[in-house]
């Protein structure tokens, strides 16, 4: 299986757990903002009860009368009393309104943080993805310096043999055929962990057989800094999150004020409430309909609504604080990474030139002490400087890469 970087970046949104957080997050806000704005509209039940009052019976001698009465226990308005009617219900309070509203502003800050952890998983995908990509490559270098330092080697012997070099050039070749051997099996075993790294970001069920594309040698471009600045002030979703979070705090210190203030509810009630479970009675219509207004005003709770509104107040200033705190730090953020994005992809050219000059230079030295006029100590030197050069230019592409997906981060796909 040959996976491109956009392929483990749609397989990790798959089988992420923290990303899929951020998302069952989304939709909760989303479920909250449906149910506050039912909270606005009026609802509707349809209730039924039967109530039985225990009777006695009319007394002997007595006629049907109000001085007569047919039961005992007289806390319904009869012996047998049916209720089925249909009920609209509207309440209409501040608290209502500021709580649909907060729930808006919990809407706009969960899009926003889902935002975040998509990007962020971009990041998190593009250390992993090229993390491998250049473990593969120091691999190979370490495979080739190994190889080099084991051919060195098998030179020295041979012109030891011929008592062109001292046994002192030999023993040199050794020890760095065998740490090239060492840095061999490390470079196997990192490898390694980046390939385990990345299967637990890609799979849901353990696979280790997959490829990975090179494709390190085509870095996009980057754009200038007035275009990045421009994208950043409209696509910063960390920017977005703490302006609704102070949007959700104002409108929190609204609702707390609701619970100083009065609050109407209206009911209106239609259908049955009689002695009997039927439309008609002896020819007459037991239908009906009534309405309730309740109209609730608060005197004294002990200081509790009081209490709700100072800590709605503190919540807001927190916030405007931390939108405060955000947006300075957009700034900060936005010069710092593009500068480390601008700095990596300057110094690209310089690393590649570095490795090339490298090779160059191990080639002329083995010439030159085969010809008797460089020691084994320049030729251990040229060899750990090529490694060395390789090495850079794969981490400096690596930089790169995963700098321009920090800077998105802030500004989105450029």
């Known amino acids: 299986m040959t996976i491109t970087l956009q392929d483990a970046l749609e397989r ?6 923290q990303y899929h957080s951020a998302l069952t997050d989304l939709g909760v806000a989303r479920e909250d903002r449906v149910q506050a704005r039912a909270g606005l509209l009026p609802n509707v039940a349809y209730n039924n009860s039967f109530i039985y009052t225990q009777g006695t019976g009319q007394p002997p001698g007595c006629a049907l009368t109000s001085t007569c009465p047919l039961s005992r226990f007289i806390a319904n308005n009869g012996v047998h009393e049916y209720i089925s009617q249909a009920n609209a ?3 209409v309070s501040l608290t209502n309104f500021a709580d649909y509203r907060r729930s808006s502003a919990g809407l706009a800050q969960a899009r926003a943080k889902a ?5 962020g998983l971009v990041v998190t995908v593009t250390q992993a993805y090229y993390g491998l990509v250049v473990a ?6 370490a495979e080739r310096a190994a190889s080099e330092a084991e051919r060195f080697l098998k030179i020295s012997q041979k012109l030891e043999n011929g008592g062109e070099v001292a046994r ?6 050794s020890i760095q055929a065998q740490q090239q051997q060492r840095d061999l099996q490390e470079a196997r075993l990192d490898m390694q962990h980046r390939r385990l790294d990345l299967a637990v970001l890609l799979f849901p069920d353990w696979n280790e057989s997959f490829s990975v594309v090179d494709d390190l040698q085509t870095p996009e471009p980057l754009p200038a800094f007035s275009e990045v600045e421009v994208a950043s002030k409209k696509n910063n979703p960390e920017l977005r999150a703490a302006v609704a979070a102070f949007a959700a705090a104002n409108h929190q210190v609204t609702a707390a004020w609701g619970g100083l203030l009065p609050s109407l509810s209206v009911d209106y009630f239609y259908g049955i409430d009689s002695n009997q479970f039927a439309i008609r009675t002896d020819g007459m219509r037991n239908l009906g309909y009534s309405a309730v207004g309740s109209l609730q005003i608060p005197i004294f709770n002990w200081g509790a609504d009081r209490s709700k509104l100072k800590q709605a107040e503190l919540r807001r200033d927190q916030a405007r604080v931390e939108l405060s705190h955000e947006q300075r730090q957009l700034l900060s953020h936005l010069r710092q990474f593009y500068e480390e994005a601008s700095t990596a992809r300057s110094e690209m050219d310089s690393l590649a030139s570095s490795a090339e000059l490298a090779a160059e230079s191990l080639r002329l030295t083995n010439l030159r002490y085969q010809a008797g006029e460089s020691t084994v100590l320049e030729i251990v030197d040229a060899q750990n400087t090529l490694t060395q050069a390789r090495k850079a230019y794969d981490d400096g592409q690596v930089r ?4 321009v997906a920090n800077l998105q981060t802030l500004t989105g796909s450029f």
Not at 136 to 141: E, F, N, V
């Open 89 to 91: 219900h509207q309440a």
């Open 168 to 173: 002192a050039d030999v023993v040199k070749a």
């Open 115 to 119: 935002e975040i952890a998509t990007r």
């Open 400 to 403: 790169y890469r995963v700098a």
């Open 12 to 17: 990790a949104r798959a089988n992420d757990p």
């Open 136 to 141: 593969q490559r120091k691999y190979a270098t």
